[in-house]
């Protein structure tokens, strides 16, 4: 009868039972989050070669003249291009061709350059 009191009594068997709860938690987990990250992955796979499969392909020299970037895009230049009019028959541009940073030429501006008060009144 010592035995069995003595089982009883002993809390291993408590502590093993806790053990494989908690093992079974974390495989559990385990198992879920590799079913959602392969999910998303199935996701982002497919997007990705349905991306690539629309891309261009091939040596430079086989794209058309002047890039990629298609002439109905880039008619007149990109919104961003600050340079010189390439417009030859107006002679009346704004643009400074002599200039070769092409700075913007305004007629009626009575800016001195010669002025070395730096901002101060010239009413004295």
Do not use: C
Not at 1 to 18: Q, R
Not at 72 to 94: A, L, Q, R, V
Request: glycine content about 10%; charged content about 30%.
């Amino acid at each position: 009868m010592t035995k069995i009191s003595d089982f009883l009594a002993s809390e291993t068997g408590a502590v093993t039972v806790d053990w494989v709860v908690l093992t079974g938690a974390m495989v559990g987990t385990g198992i879920a989050a590799a079913t959602a990250i392969s999910n998303g992955i199935d996701v982002i796979t497919t997007d990705i070669a349905a991306n690539l499969s629309t891309q261009l392909a091939g040596p430079a020299s086989s794209l058309p003249q002047g890039g990629i970037a298609s002439s109905s895009e880039m008619s007149g230049g990109s919104p961003s291009y600050y340079g010189p009019s390439h417009d030859d028959d107006d002679e009346d541009d704004d643009y400074d061709d002599t200039d070769e940073r092409y700075s913007y030429r305004d007629d009626d501006d009575d800016y001195d350059d010669d002025d070395d008060d730096q901002g101060e009144d010239d009413d004295d």
